[in-house]
């Protein structure tokens, strides 16, 4: 009863905020409350009506690279956390025992759950994953809380700061802002195809 009374709150959340997602934008634009901006950039990483390195810009557009990061960051590290302790603590057994039938997941799940600060410091790096989805799957594997937490806050570091400050600059040069994520894109793009370079190389 409890996991759906959980799961019924979350639907409920996410239908709120994809009402009211571009409201809920326009209010970040003239308000500088931190505990409030906090609190809408973990919503909107919590339910990800819209993409949020797009949230991450709109931020840096408003407030500056270095505010909009530290916004960014503490909202999508809190947002992890409440996920992670979800999957964990909620729906930890039947989405283990899930997982465990799908066999091309058996061994990546082992590697993870042995090398748990590597695998989530990866994930978080590659820009093609989705970021709910290590939430998830670290919370259903045995990935101890404080190193996901440690390689979360560490990992989404890199993005956060690229997004805020192509934000931030969109406002005086947008051609300097598209070639900083341009840059960003490249260098993930790199690290992607060395981790599918050495996956394979393991195999």
């Given amino acids: 009863m409890r996991k759906w009374f959980w799961l019924l709150l979350y639907v ?5 905020m994809f009402m009211y997602r571009y409201e809920l934008l326009e209010w970040t634009d003239s308000h500088q409350s931190i505990p409030m901006l906090i609190i809408i950039a973990m919503l909107f ?28 960051w503490s909202g999508t590290t809190l947002a992890a956390l409440l996920v992670y302790a979800g999957a964990r603590y909620v729906f930890r057994a039947q989405a283990r025992s899930y997982l465990d039938r799908i066999r091309g997941l058996n061994r990546f799940t082992s590697w993870m759950e ?13 820009p093609v994953v989705p970021q709910t989805a290590v939430n998830i799957y670290a919370g259903i594997t045995y990935t101890p809380f404080w190193t996901f937490m440690i390689a979360t806050a560490i990992g989404k570091m890199p993005a956060i700061f690229v997004f805020a400050y192509a934000g931030a600059q969109a406002s005086e040069s947008i051609w300097l802002s598209l070639l900083v994520l341009g840059i960003y894109l490249l260098f993930m793009t790199v690290i992607l195809l060395v981790f599918r370079f050495r996956s394979r190389k393991k195999a």
Avoid: E, Q
């Fill in 45 to 72: 990483a919590l339910v990800p009506v819209i993409p949020y390195k797009f949230v991450i810009a709109a931020l840096g557009y408003s407030y500056g690279t270095t505010m909009a990061a530290w916004v960014s």
């Fill in 12 to 16: 409920l959340l996410a239908g709120v």
């Fill in 114 to 126: 042995a090398h748990p600060f590597m695998g989530v410091m990866t994930l978080r790096l590659l």
